[in-house]
């Protein structure tokens, strides 16, 4: 029997969490609950046979996992709210960002499995990177919760004390990615192409060099040593972006994206 799941917050993250779900058949329509208060934003859903509602307890109390995808300062209030019908026989999966397993866990009763996940918005096309960790799980939860995120991408399980870089690393790093697309583009268009053909060669470039190490498994220089012809125009390009600080200031970037989150 498919299991049932309630995701609490229906969100940017929650909505995509719903659609990937939908979409890589881990329970059908009628099993999926998302909540949030104001739930006429959730009609899309509710559409596909997605049940919508603003009452969290009743939501958490049908599901077998509880998935919880509000803000980091409304976790805590939601947790307190559906305390009460959360028993040690479900599993409860947060994707908060910054909110510890302890502190979770805290808020529950005892003897509860907490999960925590990072998931990103490319989950909405089952093609997330999410690192999850947990504290005291058995093997049939562990097995239950790599079930709903392998269906959804890719999943490394992770120490809990790497989840902040994980968030940087797999969350934050789609909108890095985009930055460098939308750049790509901009360029593009300098040289020559119209928008949506700049688009396109953008995107399409960027899957393909990811796949590549994907599928491959090789390291990024080795890839980059077949593109470079000596004295040619990819090893010019790159040399300037290297000039202009390319490397120095995505890591930097990542590095104060993780300071931000570090300070709470
Ligand atoms: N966006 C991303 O790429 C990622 C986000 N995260 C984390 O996921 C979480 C959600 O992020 P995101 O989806 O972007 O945020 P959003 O603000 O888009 O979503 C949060 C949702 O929670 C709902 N909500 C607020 N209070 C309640 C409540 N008491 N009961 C039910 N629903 C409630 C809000 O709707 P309403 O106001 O109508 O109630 C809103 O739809 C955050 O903790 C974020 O850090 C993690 C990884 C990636
Ligand atoms: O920007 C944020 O704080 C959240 C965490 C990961 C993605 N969005």
Redesign the pocket.
Same mark, same amino acid.
């Given at each position: 029997m498919s299991k049932s799941i309630a995701i609490? /917050?229906? /969100?940017?993250? /929650?909505?995509?969490i719903a659609e990937g779900l939908l979409a890589g058949g881990f329970t059908e329509a009628s099993k999926i609950t998302v909540? &949030? &208060? @104001?739930?006429t934003?959730l009609q899309p859903l509710q559409q596909k046979g997605i049940r919508v509602t603003?009452n @969290?307890p009743v939501a958490a109390k049908d599901a077998d996992v509880v998935l919880l *995808?509000?803000? #980091?300062f409304?976790?805590k209030?939601?947790l307190r709210?559906i305390a009460g019908v959360i028993t040690p026989d479900k599993i409860v999966v947060s994707?908060? +960002? /910054?909110?510890s397993i302890p502190e979770l866990a805290a808020e529950l009763p005892s003897g509860v499995p907490v999960f925590r996940a990072? #998931? @990103? +918005?490319a989950i909405a096309i089952r093609e997330s990177m999410t690192c999850i960790a947990f504290h005291k799980a058995g093997k049939p939860q562990v097995d239950l919760v790599m079930e709903i995120f392998t269906q959804l991408g890719r999943v490394a399980m992770i120490d809990e004390q790497l989840m902040d870089a994980a +968030?940087v690393l797999g *969350?934050?790093g +789609? *909108?890095y990615a985009m930055r460098y697309i939308r750049a790509n583009i901009q360029g593009g268009i300098e040289i020559g192409f119209d928008a949506a053909t700049a688009s396109l060669i953008a995107a399409q470039t960027v899957k393909g060099a990811a796949e590549l190490l994907l599928l491959k498994g090789t390291h990024p220089e080795y890839e980059i040593d077949k593109v470079t012809t000596p004295k040619g125009c990819t090893i010019a390009g790159l040399n300037e972006m290297e000039h202009q600080g390319f490397s120095s200031s995505l890591i930097k970037g990542i590095s104060a994206s993780f300071g931000k989150i570090q300070k709470g």
């Open positions: 609490i /917050g229906g /969100g940017n993250l /929650g909505i995509s909540t &949030r &208060r @104001n739930i934003l603003d @969290n *995808a509000v803000k #980091p409304q976790v209030e939601v709210e994707v908060v +960002t /910054g909110v990072m #998931p @990103n +918005t +968030t *969350a934050c +789609t *909108a």
